[in-house]
């Protein structure tokens, strides 16, 4: 709606110059405020969720990185799997990955410059500038993605030479098997074909450049480096776009950190209820799921810890410092 009211003002704003109008109306719709979509990752439960309503949680879904290897192991062998590998792990939009031109790709450096986008009008298609300023950028491929290109660029001229004289000269990455230019509406119908006979949750083709920056988040690169990946003008974009998914990514960071310190401990087997003070009679199912206590519990005891050297005031209990609730020390 508001990029509605936007595009309408700005004819209307066109049209006072002409004298057509005298005041521009779309200036003062009121809509209530636009919110940037938050991707959400198709965990196991929202794939069940799916699966079992055929609801959607969100008009943004990702791939985890084990689904999108799912998907790109059943597009290894498809005609446009580069161009899918490309926008997978290097975040490029639809139109960018189908403009791309080979004489902006550097093997050498390992760089891909985006010069170009295959902008959709309509059903008819025409080259043009990149969406934005700062979208006119270089960025960095991995060893795997330019090898990929390396294979496809053989083919293409294996595809080129069958073709002869009615191969166009425009240089392009990606196009039909005739050198024409591909259509982005075919490319987005070729990749829920693919995604449908994988049998993978749905996201749009655009979501892979969502998938990409939650990659390289979920692999330690700092926002500022996705930033850059993206293109994205100012950094607030990235991380308000992107803090959604930063949760699935913080649980294997904080473990990572976990085992960053190096702990001496010993594991004991606690099977016996009196050891923990726990009733043995007819309440002891009641107090066992009261207490979320399970028959048989490992406990992790450092090995520096005396034992002993917690007592406490004659006829007192002493507090047992294997026992981290405070209802089982009271009842220890």
Request: with cysteine; charged share 25%; aromatic share 4%.
């Amino acid at each position: 709606m508001h990029r509605i009211r936007a595009t309408l003002r700005k004819a209307l704003n066109d049209a006072i110059p002409q004298g057509l109008i005298t005041v521009n109306p779309a200036c003062h719709v009121e809509l209530p405020p636009a919110r940037r979509p938050k991707p959400l990752v198709w965990t196991r439960a929202r794939v069940q969720w799916w699966r079992e309503t055929g609801q959607i949680p969100s008009s943004v879904m990702v791939w985890t990185p084990e689904q999108a290897g799912r998907f790109l192991d059943h597009a290894q062998h498809d005609r446009l799997y580069p161009l899918f590998h490309l926008i997978t792990f290097r975040g490029l939009r639809r139109g960018e990955a189908c403009g791309a031109h080979w004489s902006d790709l550097d093997e050498e450096s390992r760089e891909l410059g985006i010069r170009w986008q295959l902008l959709q009008l309509g059903w008819e298609t025409e080259l043009a500038d990149p969406k934005t300023e700062d979208s006119d950028a270089v960025i960095a491929l991995d060893e795997g993605t330019l090898r990929v290109l390396a294979a496809h660029r053989v083919r293409q001229r294996v595809e080129r030479q069958a073709a002869g004289a009615v191969w166009p000269s425009a240089g392009l990455m990606f196009t039909e098997q005739d050198g024409q230019p591909l259509h982005p509406a075919k490319v987005t119908d070729r990749f829920k074909e693919l995604v449908v006979q994988a049998g993978l949750p749905p996201i749009r083709l655009h979501d892979l450049r969502h998938g990409a920056a939650t990659l390289a988040l979920a692999a330690g690169v700092e926002m500022k480096v996705v930033q850059a990946m993206l293109r994205h003008s100012s950094i607030t974009i990235t991380s308000d776009t992107y803090t959604s998914v930063l949760s699935q990514v913080a649980r294997e960071a904080a473990d990572a950190t976990a085992r960053m310190v190096p702990r001496k401990v010993a594991s004991c087997r606690v099977d016996d209820r009196v050891t923990l003070g726990l009733p043995s009679g007819p309440h002891a199912s009641t107090m066992d799921s009261e207490m979320n206590v399970v028959e048989t519990q490992n406990i992790q005891v450092n090995d520096n810890v005396d034992l002993d050297a917690r007592s406490a005031a004659p006829g007192t209990r002493t507090p047992n410092p294997l026992i981290k609730s405070q209802l089982l020390c009271q009842l220890s």
